[in-house]
């Protein structure tokens, strides 16, 4: 479900915090408020960069069930936060069946950069159980396919395609949503009843992020010649001509996500 190193989600939290549409974040907030303990079910948790989150922003209790298929990533949550007494942890493949993620009855369900990995199918069914059960949902960083690049190099946009194109393949779930992910969700649980929040949430990164640059250019890499094995040869000029740019402080990234929160009609 997961599939990513500890290391890249390291690296990539302080911008995924950064990133995090504040608006939604006051409005879930508000939302729980009424409720005396809260009870939190997230899907593909990592090592917890959701749980880090929410925590500061809602004044509750919160008993958290967290659902990932990389026992690695768990054990490392589980290492950070070994003396909270309220966090579940469940080593599990979301694709065989969503159960888990109703075992405790949630008054929430979150996920952070995962829609883009997973089928409209496996979604649909999702917001289907969402809509029987009346439970709200939280989506962070969705990736919606916008990126912005610089300096520029003339690969960049090829490059960009066809990671895109990488993105719908099959990450274990059916033909991915990829860059589609977002405004399909949305529209999904518009049309199940729900009234869905939105807020723009990019990644946004320069000097201070290098590390994160890096990685997430060498992911790039990777998958366009995975899609492409044929251009391996230009695509390695590229990154090479990329980290240039990242040793001598001049890259910028953004790359552009959705967060929305959905909360079923009364």
């Known amino acids: 479900m997961s599939g990513f190193s500890e290391e890249w989600l390291s690296a990539r939290e302080p911008v995924d915090h950064a990133a995090r549409g504040r608006l939604i974040l006051n409005e879930i907030a508000r939302f729980l408020e009424p409720l005396d303990r809260i009870k939190i079910a997230d899907i593909g948790t990592g090592t917890g960069s959701t749980l880090r989150a929410i925590q500061p922003v809602i004044s509750r209790p919160i008993d958290w069930h967290v659902i990932d298929n990389d026992k690695a990533l768990l054990d490392a949550l589980s290492d950070t936060l070994r003396d909270n007494d309220a966090i579940k942890t469940s080593c599990t493949d979301l694709a065989v069946s969503t159960e888990p993620v109703f075992q405790n009855v949630p008054d929430l369900v979150t996920t952070s950069a995962f829609l883009d990995l997973v089928s409209k199918n496996w979604l649909s069914q999702l917001v289907a159980e969402l809509a029987l059960q009346k439970k709200p949902f939280y989506a962070a960083l969705t990736y919606d396919g ?121």
């Open 146 to 266: 916008r990126t912005q690049i610089s300096p520029c190099h003339p690969l960049d946009h090829v490059v960009l395609d066809h990671f895109n194109r990488h993105q719908k393949t099959d990450k274990g779930f059916g033909p991915s949503l990829g860059p589609g992910a977002a405004q399909t969700a949305i529209g999904l649980f518009e049309e199940a009843g729900f009234s869905v929040l939105q807020e723009p949430s990019d990644w946004v990164a320069d000097f201070k992020h290098n590390r994160f640059q890096e990685m997430l250019l060498e992911g790039w890499r990777d998958a366009v010649v995975e899609i492409q094995p044929e251009l391996k040869v230009q695509f390695n000029a590229w990154y090479d001509e990329r980290m240039k740019f990242i040793a001598d402080g001049s890259s910028k990234i953004r790359v552009g996500h959705i967060d929305f929160f959905a909360v079923p009609k009364a």
